[in-house]
Nanobody
């Protein structure tokens, strides 16, 4: 089994910052890509950012220049530094990881965290 546990959500004023973290644990041989997604009420889930094990990074246009994704491969942890937050960033944020396990015969399988609420409001 693989578990992803997020932390760091909360309430912040517009223009403020938050840092999310997501730690993966369990029977992990390796993790290829890790990412962050968000879903606001009544909207589809949006992929915010991802980072590969080789360091390739991609951001959604809506967060470029404001959010920074990073990872600590030794800790199987991915981070999302969110600056200059706007009300439209309010959503539940989910992390994901493409994990290779011994049982998976070398094929990465995507696992999801339970989500953490981020609310941007004055």
């Amino acid at each position: 089994q693989v578990q992803l546990v997020e932390a760091g959500g909360g309430l912040v004023q517009p223009g403020g910052s938050l840092r999310l973290s997501c730690a993966a644990s369990g029977s992990i041989l390796s993790i290829t890509a890790m990412g962050w997604n968000r879903q606001a009420p009544g909207k589809q889930r949006e992929r915010v950012a991802f980072i590969t094990s080789g360091g390739t990074i991609n951001y959604a246009d809506s967060v470029k220049g404001r959010f920074t994704i990073s990872r600590d491969n030794a800790k199987n942890t991915v981070y999302l530094q969110m600056n200059s937050l706007k009300s439209e960033d309010t959503a539940v944020y989910f992390c994901d990881a493409d994990v290779v396990t011994a049982q998976g015969m070398g094929v990465p399988v995507r696992h999801w965290g339970q989500g953490t609420q981020v609310t941007v409001s004055s």
